[in-house]
């Protein structure tokens, strides 16, 4: 399994960026994705999940309300669109797999990692 992310980019404070993630192989429809981010000094922390039995998601108390997961299991995708941005959401942000349909806020939970994308928000 191999995850590619993108979309990351600079941005003020109140705006919008999509993130996405790729996986390569021919059974995505059956990982849970995640989404975390890293900001520096930090440790990494769960942003968003979405569950491959039934799509369910779950989110950080700290993006709920600004940021939606959403998947399409036709194109191997998995999506984070990031609304109303902060600066404290500036970070370094992973894509992560996982066959796991639950626990999905633990890093522990994931096998599989992308390598990042850098989101910035200035104020």
């Known amino acids: 399994v191999q995850l590619q992310a993108s979309g990351g980019g600079l941005v003020q404070a109140g705006g919008s960026l999509r993130l996405s993630c790729v996986e390569s192989?021919?059974?995505?429809?059956?990982?849970?994705m995640g989404w975390f981010r890293q900001a520096p000094g930090k440790e990494r922390e769960f942003v968003a999940a979405?569950?491959?039995?039934?799509?369910?998601?779950v989110y950080a108390d700290s993006v709920k309300g600004r940021f939606t997961i959403s998947r399409d299991n036709a194109r191997n995708t998995v999506y984070l669109q990031m609304d109303m941005l902060e600066p404290e959401d500036t970070a370094v942000y992973y894509c992560a797999a996982t066959t796991n349909p639950w626990r999905l806020r633990l890093i522990a939970t994931y096998g599989y990692w992308g390598q990042g994308t850098q989101v910035t928000v200035s104020s």
């Open positions: 979405i569950s491959w039995k039934g799509g369910e998601t």
């Open positions: 192989g021919r059974t995505f429809s059956r990982y849970s």
